[in-house]
């Protein structure tokens, strides 16, 4: 299975904000794919550098959930449903 993993994030200023998570510097190695996720009643297109295994998408939800915040191994791109 495929997953693309989203947060909710307060900033400062400008209200919540939803964000899709990706490998930091992932474009540098080769072009990004698209690729669609089906996400309850949407589909969610995502670069390839932001679709994860389980295992990886565990990992990531481990980290926040212990620290409040992901590494800089990655990356948070606004998202718009």
């Not at 400062?12 to 309850?40: C, K, L």
């Not at 932001?50 to 998408?57: I, M, P, T, W």
Request: charged fraction near 20%.
């Amino acid at each position: 299975m495929r997953y693309s993993l989203s947060l909710w994030r307060l900033p400062e200023a400008s209200g919540w904000g939803h964000y899709v998570v990706g490998r930091a510097g992932g474009g540098t190695e080769r072009p990004p794919v698209e690729v669609v996720i089906p996400w309850d009643r949407y589909e969610v297109r995502v670069s390839s550098f932001e679709v994860f295994s389980a295992v990886e998408a565990a990992e990531v939800f481990g980290e926040y959930y212990e620290t409040g915040w992901v590494s800089g191994a990655f990356n948070l791109r606004p998202l718009d449903l």
